[in-house]
């Protein structure tokens, strides 16, 4: 069983940065890939960026792309997303999920196994 724990939400200005992290625990954790979502209130979960565990290799939402940054540290079994330059846009829940069997396309939300509780961003204007 794998669990997943964010931190690092809060209230930012616009313009400004943050960074979430997500702690990973469970047996022998080696997932594919892990990846960052957000919901805003009244909308779908979208996916904002993912990582494979592995390789390292990158994905981005148009949306975040110049702005924010994923990152793992394999050693610590921890996922980050550093977001720069924020916008009220911006403002979510924020979740962290993990592939661990390797099926599905990483910008897909059926693609991933297990999720957080998620982290409120809220960027104000």
């Known amino acids: 069983q794998v669990q997943l724990v964010e931190s690092g939400g809060g209230l930012v200005q616009a313009g400004g940065s943050l960074r979430l992290s997500c702690a990973a625990s469970g047996r022998s954790f080696s997932p594919a890939a892990m990846g960052w979502f957000r919901q805003a209130p009244g909308k779908e979960r979208d996916f904002v960026a993912a990582?494979?565990?592995?390789?390292?290799?990158?994905y981005y939402a148009d949306s975040v792309k110049g702005r924010f940054t994923i990152s793992r540290d394999n050693t610590k079994n921890t996922l980050y997303l550093q977001m720069n330059s924020l916008k009220p846009e911006d403002t979510a829940v924020y979740y962290c999920a993990a592939d661990i069997d390797y099926i599905g396309s990483y910008y897909n939300m059926p693609a991933y196994d297990y999720w957080g509780q998620g982290t409120q961003v809220t960027v104000s204007s």
């Open positions: 990582v494979t565990w592995h390789g390292g290799f990158t």
